[in-house]
């Protein structure tokens, strides 16, 4: 074997020209699948992160009736519906793929909430103690919730930089106090993203997939919940998953397990749906897959334009050397060992022009990016079936002309002389 790969390196460096346009169209079949593939992975993993946000793999499960999230600003205490334990907290936790589980209560645009005499029709929360570390909260000013916050029901408050903005004016906001529901709140600190996410905005339907029209949040421990709404309610779950890929996994098992444990059988038009981002980037992704894989088929044909060329070049190479087949024969070597140096020989051209096709699909895929600003990802596996493939083509669209040249007559081959 490696005798015959030595003498093919020695037929492609003795016909250089011809060996190039031989391989051109493996070279151009290849690079253009390798770029297409990376624009594809690139193109992909810019959508998840432009929905999900970076290292933010956090689902929402919520109380659903008839398909639609149940909004406690508006509907009443649904009946037939328990609140969350920190018992079926802890089972949440133990699901495939999730780091950490919080509950929270929260009214969207509620309204009856004052600072001196501003109105403040944000969104308020009634968080747990995991609900900062799940979200990727931070401190910017003041404290956060304390173990005695909780267990001593103590009336204190965070508000987010928009509060801030919305409801102070800009003015620190620490120990001043908030009426929320005629209820009397401390504000004890400030918080924000620990890593802030910004996502690319191309056109209207992205500004109003992202944009933040509310006047900011304010939290309040769970725990305290109850005295400002009266009432103890169904929670909302935030669960954090190990990756950005069981966020769709672990979302369904947790909603599976709080509607067979949370909802009685008394209210089937109840159900917890998780709402993950991800599914909505599979589906972005899967709207352009048909016209992907048509791109993929179309530059595959460069690669059947490139096994036809090899077949016909490896025809005419058996065609000039027929007296050294014959040659051969006549000393004695058999059928086998020619098929297998006319084999080797167009996997070897194959193989080159796959490597440089690799590379210049690479390249390529590089070049896009930066003159078009598209996210591109080089695919390791890509690479390798690539590699392959086109050795592949070589031994394939090379059989032909091998199974003729072993299949001379070693005295009409000489006659030929």
């Known amino acids: 074997m490696v005798e015959n790969i030595r003498l093919a390196l020695q037929g492609v460096w003795s016909h250089k020209l011809r060996s190039v346009l031989t391989m051109l169209g493996i070279i151009i079949g290849i690079a253009a699948i390798i770029t297409i593939v990376s624009t594809i992975q690139g193109t992909n993993e810019q959508i998840k992160e ?41 089972e949440l936790e133990k699901l495939r793929g999730v780091e950490r589980v919080s509950l929270y209560c929260e009214r969207n645009y509620s309204d009856g909430n004052y600072y001196l005499n501003t109105n403040f029709n944000g969104n308020l929360r009634g968080i747990d103690e995991n609900y900062l570390s799940v979200y990727g909260y931070r ?49 004890v600190g400030v918080v924000t993203l620990s890593e802030d996410f910004t996502p690319t905005i191309n056109s209207m339907n992205d500004y109003w997939m992202y944009a933040d029209t509310s006047s900011g949040t304010i939290y309040v421990p769970l725990a305290v919940w109850p005295s400002i709404y009266q009432f103890d309610e169904p929670q909302s779950v935030a ?3 190990d990756s950005t890929d069981s966020m769709t996994s672990a979302g369904k098992s947790a909603a599976d ?47 059947l334009v490139g096994g036809i060329g090899v077949m016909n070049i490896m ?11 014959g040659l051969k024969k006549a000393i004695g070597a058999k059928k086998r060992r020619i098929l297998m140096q006319f084999l080797t020989e167009a996997a070897v051209l194959t193989s080159i022009g796959g490597l440089v096709g ?23 596996p890509a690479i390798a079936i690539a590699v392959v493939f086109s050795t592949l083509i070589g031994v394939v669209f090379g059989l032909l002309p091998a199974t003729q040249a072993a299949n001379l007559n070693p005295i009409e081959a000489l006659r030929r002389e």
Do not use: C, H
């Open 50 to 90: 432009n929905l999900i946000g970076a290292g933010n793999n956090v689902v929402t499960v919520q109380l659903n009736q008839d398909g639609n999230p149940y909004d406690l600003s508006w509907n009443p205490i649904p009946t037939g519906v328990r609140t969350i334990t920190e018992e079926t907290r802890q």
């Open 257 to 303: 397990l709080l509607t067979d444990k949370q909802i009685m059988g008394t209210n089937s038009k109840l159900d917890y749906r998780s709402q993950d981002m991800l599914e909505q980037a599979q589906q972005l992704q899967q709207m352009s897959q048909s016209t992907n894989t048509q791109l993929i088929w179309i530059a595959s044909i460069s690669l």
């Open 358 to 380: 690799v590379v210049s699909g690479i390249a390529m895929a590089e070049l896009i990016s930066r003159m078009m600003q598209i996210p591109v990802s080089i695919s390791v």
């Open 139 to 187: 401190v910017k000013s003041g404290r956060g919730f304390t173990q005695k916050d909780f267990a001593e029901y103590r009336k204190v408050a965070l508000v987010d930089a928009k509060a801030v903005s919305t409801l102070f004016g800009g003015e620190d906001p620490v120990n001043k106090n908030l009426e929320l529901q005629g209820e009397v709140f401390t504000v």
């Open 239 to 241: 669960i954090k998953v």
């Open 315 to 325: 025809l005419v190479s058996v065609t000039e050397r027929t007296s050294e087949i």
